[in-house]
């Protein structure tokens, strides 16, 4: 059934609450739909969270003409929009869905806003429970597997061996964060290594230059203070056939 919006939910700190999506220790993906109206002196915001550590999406479908949604993380939990919380939205694009891969149990704001005349709304959300998976091909920059903005926590299962030595994930910060990757590997006869780059001069490339930091320590710890700009990070193998986790936050 579906939830009817409740005013006044027009700004991040009165945002109407949707709580967790998913029961704890639950396997299947859960929907919540909620349906409303924008205008336009009125907004709409929600927040959610998965419910769970281990979610392999999130999915947002808006439907209704002239409406658009932004999806937003109080990094600084402020109750208030700032630079770099903002995540991804639909800009008037025709297909209104987006996907968060390997999303963790981060708070979540949606904004309904109306981009024509006023409208009636459906917003889907959908968490689904287990562990982000990568995709191949991804063995070179040009493949990486891109996650968008980095804000929270994301995290992937994916493996590498001799016959597929490495996966390469991307993400993009707008603003200054403190960002946070580890590799675990699961079998300890097994090893890979973990690299961080920035494509400093944006051609695609990562020259040596822009290797920005080696993870260190048994799960390749990488922590640094990093700012805006498109990352890249390279899972490489060492020995072995490896089954990994890579988990990555930015945090404010
Ligand atoms: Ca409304
Ligand atoms: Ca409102
Ligand atoms: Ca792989
Ligand atoms: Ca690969």
Redesign the pocket.
């Known amino acids: 059934m579906a939830i009817q919006e409740r005013e006044p939910n027009n700004t991040m700190a009165t945002a109407q609450n949707l709580f967790g999506l998913l029961p704890t220790g639950g396997t299947r993906s859960v929907t919540k739909t909620i349906e409303g109206s924008v205008s336009g002196a009125d907004t709409d915001f929600f927040r959610f969270l998965p419910g769970n550590q281990a979610t392999s999406k999130i999915t947002i479908t808006l439907t209704g003409t002239n409406s658009n949604f932004f999806l937003y993380r109080d990094a600084n939990h402020n109750g208030q929009i700032d630079p770099g919380e903002f995540i991804d939205g639909t800009f008037g694009r025709a297909s209104k869905t987006i996907t968060l891969d390997g999303s963790g149990d981060n708070i979540y704001h949606v904004q309904v806003s109306k981009s024509g005349s006023a409208a009636n709304y459906k917003l889907d959300i959908t968490a689904t429970p287990g562990l982000g998976s990568e995709r191949?091909?991804?063995?070179s920059p040009s493949q990486a597997q891109d996650i968008g903005r980095l804000n929270g926590f994301r995290n992937f299962g994916g493996s590498?061996s001799s016959s597929?030595r490495?996966?390469y994930y991307r993400f993009r910060l707008d603003t200054n964060r403190d960002v946070s990757l580890s590799l675990n590997v699961k079998s300890s006869t097994t090893n890979a290594g973990l690299k961080l780059y920035r494509d400093a001069n944006s051609n695609g490339r990562l020259e040596a230059n822009e290797l920005v930091a080696t993870g260190t320590g048994s799960n390749d710890l990488i922590r640094k203070q990093l700012g805006t700009g498109d990352y890249f990070v390279e899972v490489a193998q060492v020995s072995g056939s490896v089954d990994y986790r890579l988990n990555m936050s930015a945090l404010a």
């Open positions: 191949e091909p991804n063995n590498v597929d490495i996966d």
